[in-house]
C-alpha cells in the first residue's frame, strides 16, 4: 500500500471516530442549537429589556432543561452505549443540584449567582469533553468559565452582552453540525 | 503486523471506526447508523453481512414496541480485529 493511500486511510478513521463521539456528546448539535438560542435571547433581552428578560428566563429555563432531556433520550433509542447513559446520569444529578439549591438553598440571584450558575455548566462541559475524549469540548468549558470570571470581576456591565455574543456563537456552530450531520 | 482485507475496504473501516468509537457494550440501531455513515440502506446491509460472517459485528433483530428495529454492536472478537487493523495502519505510517 502506498503511503498516501495509508494516510488517506488513517485520516478517514480518526474523523470517523471523532466525529462519532462529537455528534453523540452534543447529541447531533442539538443541544448548542438550544442553548445557544436560549443563551443569547436572554442575555440580550436582559441588557434591552430586563422586565421581559425575567419572563423569558423562567418559561425557556425549564422548557430547555425538559427539551434537553428528552433529546437526551431519543438519542438513546437509537445509540445505546455506557457513555450516553453516563452522561444522562451526570446531567441529571447536577439538574438535580440546581433545583435543590434553587428552593431551598441559594437562589441565583443577581449577577454573582448567574456566574456561579455558569461556572458550574462550564466545568461540566469540561468534564464531558474529558468523558468523551473530546478536548476541543473540555477547552470550551474551560474557555467558557475563564470569560464568565473575567466578564463578572472585570466587565460587569457587559456581562449579559458578552454572554449573549456567547450564546449567537454557540447557536451559529450548532446550526453548523446540525447542518452537516442531517444534510 | 498485517492489514485485515475484511475491515481494510474504505466504508467497512469507517464502519468499524464508528462502532469502536461508541465503546465497549454499545449498540447502535440500524437506521442512524445509515445515516451516520450516509450510505443507503442495501450499501450497509451489505457491508454489515460481510462483517457479522467475519464474526466482527452481530445483528439483532427485534421490536421496540410495535416498531421493528435492527440493531448492530462490535463483537470482542470485531473490537480486536479493528485495534490490530488500526496498530498496522499506524505501522504502515511510521515504516513509510
Not at chain 1, 450558575?117 to 469533553?129: C, H, K, N, P, W
Not at chain 1, 476541543?136 to 463578572?152: P, S, Y
Not at chain 2, 465497549?24 to 453481512?49: I, P, R
Request: charged fraction near 15%; proline fraction near 4%.
Amino acid at each position: 500500500m502506498k503511503q498516501e493511500e495509508a494516510k488517506a486511510l488513517w485520516r478517514n478513521l480518526e474523523e470517523t471516530e471523532r466525529e462519532t463521539r462529537l455528534r453523540l456528546a452534543l447529541l447531533g448539535g442539538w443541544i448548542l442549537v438550544l442553548w445557544g438560542g436560549i443563551w443569547a435571547m436572554g442575555n440580550l433581552l436582559t441588557v434591552w429589556s430586563p422586565g421581559m428578560a425575567e419572563r423569558f428566563w423562567t418559561v425557556a429555563s425549564p422548557l430547555g432543561v425538559l427539551l434537553s432531556f428528552y433529546l437526551g433520550f431519543r438519542q438513546g433509542v437509537s445509540v445505546r452505549t455506557p457513555l450516553g447513559l453516563q452522561t444522562f446520569y451526570f446531567w441529571g444529578l447536577l439538574t438535580l443540584f440546581f433545583l435543590l439549591h434553587w428552593i431551598f438553598l441559594l437562589p441565583p440571584k443577581g449577577l454573582e449567582g448567574v456566574s456561579f450558575l455558569i461556572s458550574l455548566v462550564a466545568f461540566a462541559y469540561a468534564y464531558m469533553g474529558t468523558l468523551w475524549q473530546i478536548p476541543g469540548i473540555t477547552w470550551a468549558g474551560l474557555g467558557l468559565f475563564a470569560l464568565d470570571l473575567l466578564l463578572f470581576r472585570l466587565f460587569p456591565e457587559h456581562f449579559h452582552l458578552g454572554m449573549g455574543l456567547v450564546g449567537l456563537l454557540g447557536l451559529a456552530y450548532g446550526g453548523r453540525l446540525l447542518w452537516r450531520w442531517t444534510r | 503486523m498485517a492489514l485485515d482485507p475484511v475491515i481494510h475496504q474504505e466504508t467497512r473501516l469507517r464502519l468499524m471506526a464508528l462502532l469502536a468509537s461508541l465503546g465497549e457494550g454499545a449498540q447502535v440501531e440500524f437506521t442512524w447508523l445509515k445515516e451516520a455513515l450516509d450510505l443507503t440502506e442495501g450499501n450497509l446491509s451489505s457491508h454489515l453481512a460481510k462483517l457479522e460472517e467475519a464474526g466482527y459485528v452481530q445483528v439483532e433483530k427485534g421490536y421496540q414496541g410495535r416498531r421493528p428495529r435492527t440493531w448492530v454492536r462490535l463483537t470482542p472478537q470485531g473490537r480486536a480485529a479493528y485495534q490490530a487493523h488500526r496498530q498496522a495502519l499506524l505501522e504502515l505510517l511510521k515504516g513509510g
